[in-house]
């Protein structure tokens, strides 16, 4: 210690310790001439000595002026040392680092001060302690000391220079430090760390491309940073490594692929749309890289393409498309469970768009590789059935087409159809708002026969006889109605005359019992005009109610449309077509007369020219008063099913029909009177319950009868029959 004394004057080592700054500065100014002096002299053990001294009595000092004192004097000696300054670096640098972190501002603020000095003599030997001097620099950067921050600005930007210049900077030694602190939300370290990026990523000999993973999710962190300044330098960075990664040759599109998929799902709409730009890219860019990340893309892009952003819609829109348009197989790692997987959670989104486009995966996957899908079918099919029930019409109809391309296998037809009557059955209101829809484009997807031969089976083994009734009420509004089932139409108007059209009014038949209108709607498709007149006579009163009046108001109403047009001319030739004459005139009984179904008929009938056979076999005009029986008794050897004697025409038995047809309307009778005795039986116990519960309070309340009282009572009840005596009788 003596020696460091011997070379530094004792007025520079008592004003160092000053606590005016003039006379510290002063003192280092004569500290760097002394050594400067033991440089030429060559006395390189005294300068240590006086290192060590600065070190110890003054940079550890408890005395704050003291410590200021030593941290210009080591930044002093530094400059006297000039070019033999770097073999005393792991002697000087470590205690002015170690300042950075003391509790007074302006050391702190001189510990600063003196690390510029000491960087801008050593320079390029500077980088040994850049991971430390970097570490310091990212506390200051957020001091609570304005002073202290700029003069932590002025030394980073001096370390910049260095290590943008120097050939010894350590990239992969920096990046788990950049990457340790990109979390840290604090803005002025966010600012100092964006600064870093992007000036390492200005230099042409550091790949900072390739560590982007490293901190790409931290820069993406930025995007929703309070502050406007910071959002737009990590965009303007993000925007910097994007153009790069579009010039580059080889890029890890994987790994950046998982954060960017993370950040699409951000609350932040900034970063959606950055992290769905990003994607867009990639999936343009990537090609094969991706093909493993082929389903994660897709979890990102389909919510944002129902984003409330506008912007980040029309982006998702154009990716999803993209990436739809790839071909690839599954022998290039593409795999088909895990994008069904995704499609099938998006389903359940609350959103119409995401739903429809979830479903245009699974079609498109559906026609590009069946197989693989349909060995996935089982975690799939489920929520594609529950999706019929869904909200929107378009997405229904979507599901019906997803639907059609599974159903080419009869195993999956036939569960469509049962999970179709099912949900029907456990949902009155789907099939009022979407039976028809359903079953129409059913209909127009498969065949049309096959559908409601399906139908029809499974109806007809129907136990709720309630439901049956129902659904096919409404399978018949559909089949009289529908521009789609025209051909079904045009086949049941043969099946007096063709073996298809016979077939299928069997097959229809056994369910269509339950319901009386719809076996009459559908014998006046078949134009089997008799047995719908026998069906008509078979009616009894219970049959009669509300509900069939109804179905019989929108039979007569649909009688007029362009569907019936066909049997309206019929009726121009009555003789020929008498059965059809008097199942309409059958069917104008059963209607109430003050109802405007009953006008309707009453005036077509009206219209209908009246002709009798004369004796010679001659058809003659009859007047127009001819009463309806005069059209009964004349032969009917004209009508469509005159020529079956034996109640069969074409191999159809309608008596067998017609005791099928009351037999199935007897379990729908006996049904009905059960509920109605259910009804009674549990309102009439009801009743008796209240009737004793009054009649016990009335005891418990009515005083015990005295004699009297019971005498009078005697005397006032009327006789019984056994104490009325005629004449001769004897009271017992």
Known sequence: MSDALSAIPAAVHRNLSDKLYEKRKNAALDLENAVKGLISSGDHDKI??????????????????????????????????????AQYLEQIVPPVIKAFGDQDSRVRYYACEALYNIAKVVRGEFIFFFNDIFDALCKLSADSDANVQSAAHLLDRLVKDIVTESDQFSIEEFIPLLKERMNVLNPYVRQFLVGWITVLDSVPDIDMLGFLPDFLDGLFNMLSDNSHEIRQQADSALSEFLQEIKNSPSVDYGRMAEILVQRASSPDEFTRLTAITWINEFVKLGGDQLVRYYADILGAILPCISDKEEKIRVVARETNEELRSIHVEPSDGFDVGAILSVARRQLSSDHEATRIEALNWISTLLNKHRTEVLCFLNDI????????????????????????????????????????????????????????????????????????????????????????????????????????????????????????GKELLVALYASWCHSPMAIISLCLVAQAYQHASVVIQSLVEEDINVKFLVQLDKLIRLLETPIFTYLRLQLLEPGRYTWLLKTLYGLLMLLPQQSAAFKILRTRLKTVPTYSFSGRGQIS?????????????????????????????????FAARLQQFEKVQNQHRGQARNKVNYSYNTSSSSASKVRRSEEQQQQQHKPPPSPTSSSVADINRPPSRSSRKGPGQLQL
Not at 423 to 452: K, M, P, T
Not at 622 to 635: D, E, I, L, T, W
Request: charge should be negative.
């Open 48 to 85: 240590s000595k006086v290192i060590h001294m600065l070190i110890k009595e003054f940079a550890k000092s408890p005395q704050a002026n003291h410590r200021k004192g030593g941290l210009i004097g080591l930044a002093a000696v530094t400059v006297g040392l000039a070019s033999e300054a």
């Open 381 to 500: 099919f489920d929520t594609l059935l529950k999706a019929l029930s869904d909200s929107s019409d378009d997405v229904v109809l979507l599901v019906l087409e997803v639907h059609a391309g599974v159903a080419k296998d009869p195993q999956y037809f036939r569960q469509l159809i049962v999970f179709l009557v099912h949900n029907f059955r456990a949902d009155n209101s789907l099939l009022e708002r979407r039976g028809a829809l359903i079953v129409r484009r059913l209909c127009v997807l498969l065949d049309a026969e096959r559908v409601y031969r399906e139908l029809s089976t499974i109806l007809e083994g129907e136990d709720n006889l309630d439901f049956a009734s129902t659904m096919v009420q409404a399978l018949n509004l559909i089949l009289l109605t529908s521009p789609e089932l025209s051909k079904l139409r045009d086949l049941l108007k043969g099946s007096l005359v063709n073996r298809e």
């Open 621 to 653: 005009r009859a007047s127009s008063g001819v009463p309806f029986s005069q059209y009964m008794h004349h032969r009917e050897d004209g009508d469509a099913e005159e020529n079956n004697i034996n109640n069969s025409h074409q191999g159809i038995n």
